[in-house]
């Protein structure tokens, strides 16, 4: 066969086989092209539902959370009638209505979820309708109408009603997302299946068809793996969160019981330390050996107040009396007061920060806070060690807020003590503020001395953190608000002390423990001061008519029963009669008296339990106070003014 017909069929046969070749392959980059054309968008539009989903998702476990917090803020007022409960509960009621406006947007194509959400709305409304009845018999009944409410509606519980149809929204969305995110790995896998066959049919659909399938591999990859990673942290921020959440509020609820114990353990306090004294005095040159036993009965009393004393620290209960503060110069004069604390073993620096914020706190509290921690920092170093207190500027964002609930961004002053000791595990950390817990032997701590650091800490509005590791030692940061111009106030006026005994002056004493009014006018009595006595506000007003106002002082317990306070007393009694002076006594700090942790402008107190050398100081102090710095006298002067 001539060379020539043979290249010819050659040619014909190689131009055959390369169209038969070239129309597969030109199907398959059709269909490649096609592919890459279409599935992208499809992807795009996946990871849009998935998304949509979680919003909506997000939404239903929002209303539930505020729910919730609403229905935990509304019980914590009816408690405890704190106007903070209150707010927080109209708060996240509206939080409630918000989350159900948005899943009702969310959902505007799921009919079946807007006919769930038609019924939680109304759920909703009847579960808010219960609430406010119930606030509303608290405030004409107080807990007695209450408690008579929750006995009619023991059968009902409107929030199972509102959480179990949240719980069905929720669920049927949960599906959703399971089926959207299979057809979004259902897409995926369409995509690499078109490639794997393109490569099979030829070098060059398989470059073609890689690169364009690997681009949109990589660009779902990277997606999804910021997604998996955003998801992640937020997952973390909210386990810290709830943490922190939950930590503080069993704080809070320990506080609570704490300021009540308090209450009536001072009133008991007052009474055996006050009998012990004038029993002391009797006895003393009788010839009887009983002043050792009476000595006892003093020494435990005192130790049994300056427990109540911490335990009204951590409850949030004592009275307060801040003042503009420079930390740096505080420190500096406690390192006298602390190195015999110490001791020679322990070694201690102070590291001051230049250009330190001011403060306002109370300065005897927070000398008491640090001397607490110095304490704890020394037993922790038994053989040797150093101690370091350092102060500096810090700014607390948004971010460590997000994982402590309870810390408002901004400035702050912080004070660090540092011990070098062998440090605490994290199950010791968290429980470190509790009170009564102490990892010390029997004999040697109360448990009391952080939960007064704690508690001190709040009260004054700031934050405080345990940083610890086993065998490197324990930094505890307290940090207090930036002040933010300076304080202007009155110097405070002193007794010079010369007066101690009465003379003469007529004394309105009230109070509604018996035993404690019993001994408290006796000690008048043998002060040289005329006693007139009531057990409550109404029967003292009645006296007070009758004496036609002639009372030099108005002796007052703070919480009386029938229905008025010891301010409420005192305030219609000036009212009436404005030259009169008042003293408030308590057995802890309460909401009458003292607003965000101060006394009110103008309020002499005594704490229980006092002893008749206070009492007598205290008593001279008021009586004798120039007009000028008798702030309640000065604010119902300008009042009668208006």
């Known amino acids: 066969m001539p060379i020539g017909v043979t290249l010819k069929r050659l040619d014909r046969r190689l131009t055959l086989a390369l169209g038969l070749m070239a129309l597969p392959l030109f199907t398959l980059i059709g269909l490649q092209l096609y592919e890459a054309a279409t599935r992208s968008p499809r992807l795009a539009s996946d990871r849009v539902w998935v998304a949509h989903t979680f919003d909506v998702i997000a939404a239903a476990k929002g209303l539930r959370i505020a729910a919730s917090d609403a229905e935990r803020a509304q019980r914590g007022y009816l408690i405890s009638g704190r106007a903070p409960f209150l707010q927080t509960y109209r708060t996240r009621v509206a939080s409630c209505q918000s989350f159900l406006e948005q899943l009702r947007r969310l959902t505007s194509d799921n009919p079946d979820q807007q006919r769930r959400l038609a019924s939680l709305a109304i759920a909703l409304d009847d579960w808010i309708a219960e609430r406010e009845q119930a606030l509303d018999a608290y405030a004409h009944g107080g807990v007695n109408g209450v408690q008579q409410l929750v006995g009619q509606r023991a059968e009902r519980d409107t929030l199972r009603t509102v959480d179990g149809l949240i719980a069905g929204a929720l669920a049927e969305e949960n599906e959703l997302l399971l089926r959207r995110q299979a057809q979004t790995a259902e897409d995926e896998r369409s995509v690499t299946q078109i490639a794997l066959v393109s490569s099979a049919l030829g070098i060059a659909l398989l470059g073609l068809g890689a690169w364009l399938t690997m681009l949109a591999f990589r660009r779902v990859r990277e997606e999804e793996r910021q997604h998996r990673e955003v998801e992640r942290r937020l997952h973390d921020q909210v386990v810290q969160a709830q943490a922190g959440l939950a930590q503080t509020q069993k704080m809070e609820a320990l506080g609570q019981l704490t300021g009540g114990v308090a209450h009536d353990f001072n009133n008991h306090l007052h009474v055996i330390k006050n009998a012990a004294l004038i029993l002391d005095q009797q006895l003393r040159g009788s010839g009887t050996d009983l002043t050792q036993f009476l000595d006892m009965i003093m020494r435990n009393t005192d130790r049994a107040a300056s427990t109540t004393a911490r335990l009204l620290a951590f409850a949030r209960q004592q009275a307060l009396d801040p003042k503009s503060t420079d930390l740096n110069k505080l420190v500096s004069g406690m390192a006298e007061l602390l190195r015999p604390i110490l001791g020679e073993r322990v070694q201690m620096e102070a590291v001051l920060g230049s250009g330190l914020w001011s403060v306002l706190v109370d300065k005897s509290q927070l000398e008491t806070a640090i001397v607490n921690l110095a304490i704890n920092a020394r037993d922790a170093m038994p053989n040797s060690g150093k101690l370091t207190i350092e102060t500096s500027n810090a700014f607390l964002d948004e971010g460590y807020a997000g994982l402590h609930p309870e810390v408002k961004p901004g400035q702050y002053a912080m004070i660090a003590v540092t011990d070098t000791g062998a440090g605490m595990t994290p199950e010791t950390?968290?429980?470190?503020?509790?009170?009564?817990?102490?990892?010390?032997?029997?004999?040697?701590?109360?448990?009391?001395?952080?939960?007064?650091?704690?508690?001190?800490?709040?009260?004054?509005?700031?934050?405080?953190?345990?940083?610890?590791?086993?065998?490197?030692?324990?930094?505890?940061?307290?940090?207090?608000?930036?002040?933010?111009?300076?304080?202007?106030?009155?110097?405070?006026?002193?007794?010079?002390?010369?007066?101690?005994?009465?003379?003469?002056?007529?004394?309105?004493?009230?109070?509604?423990?018996?035993?404690?009014?019993?001994?408290?006018?006796?000690?008048?009595?043998?002060?040289?001061?005329?006693?007139?006595?009531?057990?409550?506000?109404?029967?003292?007003?009645?006296?007070?008519?009758?004496?036609?106002?002639?009372?030099?002082?108005?002796?007052?317990?703070?919480?009386?029963?029938?229905?008025?306070?010891?301010?409420?007393?005192?305030?219609?009694?000036?009212?009436?009669?404005?030259?009169?002076?008042?003293?408030?006594?308590?057995?802890?700090?309460?909401?009458?008296?003292?607003?965000?942790?101060?006394?009110?402008?103008?309020?002499?107190?005594?704490?229980?339990?006092?002893?008749?050398?206070?009492?007598?100081?205290?008593?001279?102090?008021?009586?004798?106070?120039?007009?000028?710095?008798?702030?309640?006298?000065?604010?119902?002067?300008?009042?009668?003014?208006?």
């Open 429 to 642: 950390v968290a429980k470190a503020f509790e009170p009564f817990f102490t990892t010390k032997e029997a004999g040697r701590g109360t448990g009391l001395g952080l939960s007064q650091v704690f508690g001190f800490i709040k009260q004054s509005g700031g934050h405080v953190k345990i940083y610890s590791e086993l065998g490197t030692g324990t930094t505890v940061k307290m940090y207090f608000p930036r002040l933010v111009g300076a304080e202007m106030s009155k110097p405070a006026y002193e007794s010079t002390g010369e007066l101690r005994q009465g003379s003469g002056e007529s004394v309105f004493l009230v109070e509604d423990n018996d035993d404690v009014r019993a001994f408290t006018a006796q000690l008048l009595c043998d002060l040289g001061y005329r006693v007139t006595v009531a057990a409550d506000g109404p029967l003292a007003l009645e006296a007070l008519e009758k004496l036609s106002g002639r009372v030099d002082l108005l002796f007052t317990d703070v919480g009386l029963p029938n229905g008025m306070t010891g301010r409420e007393l005192a305030d219609e009694a000036r009212r009436r009669w404005p030259a009169l002076k008042v003293l408030y006594t308590t057995g802890y700090a309460r909401n009458s008296i003292i607003h965000h942790g101060r006394l009110d402008t103008g309020v002499e107190l005594l704490t229980k339990p006092f002893t008749q050398s206070s009492l007598a100081a205290k008593l001279r102090s008021v009586l004798h106070k120039p007009a000028e710095f008798d702030g309640a006298a000065a604010i119902n002067e300008r009042a009668k003014g208006t």
